[in-house]
């Protein structure tokens, strides 16, 4: 694939909510409603929030799957999952188009919660945020990581932290709810018992690592995990970033999952096996016999890539998590030309353009031969 042209040809195509047919590689994005039932719904009812929790967008939207233009049910399907903060669909169409072309599977784009569609228009409109920026800006002084890109999402945080877990949770309970659905028959495109395998971006490994552990009715028993600059333990990420959270968030949401979160969540949060999951992910030291005895069960199951110079989840946060010898399995890359976790694939001037479409294509090549 050329990465750079394609790129900017899907972007040009995909229109959130409309279905449409990509003529060139026979392949067609489809539209499909989902509600979800936020379980922590109650706990927030009398929050105050500058970004307020109870947004329609969060419990009713849409989700596009990759698939090939036949009418047949599908026996396979691929979840792929993004990254932290995200409010767009345009970095990934490229990556469901290539794993769609190259397994034969269709790519299900899924939101984690309050990301992408899922959060109002308002949390990336410059023209409302102004005042809100202004605001923070007064209270932290000049933060060069502060951003119109992650005002909202630091705002969040700084506000209550624990909205990083309760996403991720209610995140868990939807997917569950979908992959049921799948499973069931009961979904237009999948036969009964389709088998799915999940492609997972940053914090999108992170929430499939807990979903594994957890594995809600067996779902992801037979299941693949291929991670993508992902994978680390959550004390080993770097957060900070004006296209994820600024410092102030980044810094207190690392002191509270670090020290407060372990004592709250005694009697704040009911305790089950998604939250012991999530307790396993924070710090090497929790049930690090147990974590790595679970990766290495799955470890031929579970595959991935991390890049050098990521500064977001760094390789060596990977190992903590998942244990030496499962990270075997993970491999480390680096390539010629300046990338960031946030922006693995720039789009570059052309004397570097094929440096970055050899990049793409040796890593979703792996990534695909995995879940082929």
Not at 82 to 111: D, Q
Request: include cysteine; glycine fraction near 4%; charged fraction near 25%.
């Amino acid at each position: 694939m050329n990465y750079n042209e394609r790129y900017q040809e899907l972007e040009s195509k995909f229109m959130l909510g409309k279905d449409s047919v990509l003529e060139d590689s026979k392949i067609s994005i489809q539209f499909f409603p989902f509600t979800s039932t936020d379980s922590n719904q109650e706990e927030r009812k009398n929050e105050f929030s500058v970004f307020d929790d109870h947004v329609c967008e969060n419990e009713h939207f849409q989700y596009p799957v990759f698939t090939f233009l036949q009418y047949n049910k599908h026996k396979n399907a691929i979840l792929l999952l993004h990254g932290l903060n995200e409010r767009y669909w345009n970095k990934y169409l490229t990556w469901a188009e290539y794993l769609c072309l190259k397994t034969g599977k269709p790519v299900i784009l899924f939101p984690i919660a309050y990301h992408i569609n899922r959060s109002p228009l308002s949390w990336t409109n410059p023209r409302i945020l102004k005042s809100i920026i202004d605001m923070r800006r007064e209270k932290n002084g000049e933060d060069r990581s502060l951003s119109y890109a992650n005002i909202a999402f630091s705002e969040r945080i700084s506000e209550n932290p624990r909205r990083f877990y309760n996403s991720g949770r209610q995140s868990i309970d939807d997917i569950t709810a979908l992959l049921t659905d799948i499973k069931s028959g009961k979904h237009p495109l999948f036969d009964e018992n389709t088998h799915i395998d999940v492609f997972a971006y940053s914090i999108g490994a992170f929430l499939s690592q807990i979903a594994f552990m957890v594995n809600p009715m067996n779902l992801f028993s037979d299941s693949k995990l291929f991670m993508f600059c992902g994978g680390g333990i959550f004390s080993e990420m770097f957060g900070q970033s004006r296209s994820i959270m600024d410092k102030m968030a980044y810094e207190k949401l690392y002191k509270y999952y670090a020290e407060e979160f372990a004592v709250e969540k005694e009697s704040l949060i009911p305790y089950d096996k998604a939250l012991e999951a999530f307790n396993s992910m924070l710090n090497p030291l929790n049930n690090t016999k147990e974590r790595f005895g679970f990766f290495e069960k799955m470890k031929h199951r579970m595959a991935g890539i991390s890049l050098k110079r990521d500064k977001v989840i760094p390789y060596h946060g990977v190992i903590e998590a998942v244990g030496a010898q499962a990270a075997k399995q993970i491999e480390l890359n680096d390539y010629d030309y300046d990338y960031t976790h946030e922006n693995p694939f720039p789009i570059l001037k052309k004397d570097k353009l094929h440096v970055v479409n050899e990049a793409f294509n040796n890593i979703f090549s792996k990534a695909a031969c995995f879940l082929a």
